[in-house]
């Protein structure tokens, strides 16, 4: 066993190129196959870290002119008020802005997000509360930060929701920090670390035209996707700019 590996190591040697080129290739092939296992692993085998995720659906609007598009607000008012497949319906965007707090500016990466949202994700605080409608009735004022963004940035204060950050471009303005979300809470992704209550109630939002959000929804026990897509009210298909 020991002269084969001589013999083979004094091969490789007299062909540096070759050899670099194997090496290289086993890498590359090696690493790629990881990283498809990887996705594969936490995508299709674990299970999405939220209760009966089976029962989570993505919605998207429809429309002739432009297929599929992301939501208006009163659409998803309409939908949740209407329907009876769904336990709740939200949505949500994002956005990066400025985090000026503190005496060093930082950019961090916040989400919008609709009545429902944490009814849909089954998802409770760690410390505070869930928004309220009273929380948008001019701007939205609240926010909750992830337990990253407290422990990093505010040293884990036990008294967090006494206190508010600065946020917005340029020099940004107050919102009072209501939660904190728990660490294992990842969405829309690993990077957002506020989220605001995006409640629109303005006219301009009030419109069907004014699309806004990427739709998820919670299907209620026993009730399967085809069913639920059937139920959806007939005001779905209503023109826009047009009350139901």
């Not at 013999?7 to 690493?31: D, E, M, Q």
């Not at 790629?32 to 299709?44: E, W």
């Not at 728990?182 to 992704?189: E, Y």
């Amino acid at each position: 066993m020991a002269r084969t590996f001589r013999y083979a190591a004094r091969g490789l040697a007299r062909t540096p190129t070759f050899t670099i080129t194997v090496v290289l290739t086993l890498a590359l092939g090696i690493g790629a196959n990881s990283a498809v296992f990887s996705a594969i692993d936490s995508i299709l085998v674990r299970p999405l870290p939220y209760v009966e995720p089976d029962r989570l659906v993505a919605m998207m609007e429809t429309r002739p002119e432009a297929g599929e598009t992301v939501i208006a607000p009163v659409r998803l008012e309409e939908w949740n008020a209407a329907n009876s497949s769904f336990e709740a319906i939200t949505g949500y965007f994002t956005e990066d802005v400025s985090e000026t707090t503190g005496e060093t500016p930082s950019r961090v990466r916040w989400a919008g997000v609709a009545p429902k949202f944490l009814d849909v994700w089954r998802v409770a605080p760690l410390m505070g509360r869930d928004f309220v409608e009273a929380d948008t009735a001019q701007r939205p004022t609240v926010v909750w930060i992830s337990e990253r963004l407290w422990r990093n940035r505010f040293d884990a204060d036990p008294n967090i929701l006494e206190r508010t950050i600065r946020l917005g471009d340029p020099v940004g303005f107050p919102f009072e920090i209501v939660g904190v979300l728990p660490a294992s809470f990842l969405f829309p992704d690993r990077n957002v670390d506020v989220w605001f209550p995006n409640f629109s109630s303005y006219s301009l939002a009030r419109q069907r035209g004014w699309l806004t959000y990427t739709g998820v929804a919670r299907l209620r026990p026993g009730v399967t996707l085809e069913e639920a897509l059937d139920d959806l009210p007939p005001c779905a298909a209503a023109p826009l700019f047009a009350a139901c």
